[in-house]
């Protein structure tokens, strides 16, 4: 219970110090050279220094975040059905340690696995259809990175869940004449759907927080948003990284604003998601 209170209390602690660092922007004079803007904050697409706006780098978060969920989510399930239900248990036992390797893995390990290998595989991509890339370094970079990130923690829980699902409902679907796929899709993945669910939303929080790995491969645009896949592009995460040791002043406390609506963007994106959920487990 203490130790509870004493987590609880940091992370209240955390979020009102980021908050508090956030306002500051829109209210403090800094040492005459005036505040932020809170609407063009809001509303711009363009990030320079004096001129801070996140609406373009908010879309190109949420938008790459979703092509990330919607490519790793099934492969996650399926591995995770893999490894429970078809895969020998050597084999699923070793594939199981893999994973669990991947998902402690530091983001700067991925950063350094994109900017090396993805990037350049990107590039070749580009140059099989003629298409121009910065290097390799773009938004689809950005989303094989964060599907590399996020199938290990949707999978391991996604595991999990799959393996509490009563043995008697999986029986009885047998007994019924149901084939061994039909059980597995039917009854297993249906009966698991409340934790698969919520290892979809664990995954897609570590893609709207990731910071290390997004900033090493995205190119970091100045404006946004930008929906090509092959060009550079710039999410909410790799702004708050770049150049922060090198910023001062207003430049450095409006980063703790793109943290603001960080929070506000995860916490909203996690109450939807649970709410559909719910809707969900209803059916």
């Known amino acids: 219970m203490v130790i509870g209170l004493v987590a609880a209390s940091a992370i209240v602690i955390i979020v009102l110090f980021i908050f508090i660092k956030g306002i500051s922007p829109f209210i403090n004079d800094y040492q005459g050279s005036g505040n932020a803007s809170l609407l063009k904050f809001i509303t711009g697409f363009t990030w ?27 492969i996650s399930i399926l591995t995770a059905l893999f490894i429970v239900r078809i895969a020998p248990k050597r084999l699923s036992a070793s594939i199981k340690s893999v994973i669990e390797l991947l998902a402690s893995i530091p983001s700067i390990i991925y950063g350094l696995f994109g900017m090396a290998v993805i990037n350049f595989v990107v590039k070749n991509i580009g140059n099989l259809f003629n298409i121009q890339t910065a290097g390799g370094t773009s938004g689809l970079s950005t989303v094989i990175v964060l599907i590399i990130m996020m199938i290990p923690t949707i999978t391991m829980i996604s595991i999990t869940s799959v393996e509490a699902v009563r043995q008697d409902q999986i029986h009885a679907s047998l007994a019924l004449g149901a084939t061994k796929a039909q059980t597995d899709f039917k009854i297993v993945i249906n009966g698991a759907k409340s934790g698969i669910f919520a ?18 491969v995205c190119g970091n645009a100045i404006t946004g948003p930008n929906l090509n896949l092959f060009d550079i592009t710039r999410t909410l995460t790799s702004t708050m990284m770049l150049g922060l040791h090198e910023s001062s002043g ?9 943290g603001v609506v960080l929070m506000f963007i995860i916490l909203l994106t996690s109450v939807t998601l649970n709410a559909i959920k719910r809707m969900l487990e209803k059916k």
């Not at 290892?199 to 090493?216: D, K, Q």
């Not at 207003?250 to 793109?258: A, E, G, N, P, T």
């Open 250 to 258: 207003l430049d450095y406390d409006i980063r703790f604003s793109v």
């Open 48 to 74: 320079t220094a004096g001129n801070y706006g996140i609406l373009g780098m908010l879309i190109n978060t949420l938008y790459l975040t979703l092509i990330a969920t919607l490519v790793s989510s099934p």
């Open 199 to 216: 290892a979809i939303i664990l995954g897609v929080g570590r893609a709207l927080g990731e910071a290390t790995a997004v900033s090493m």
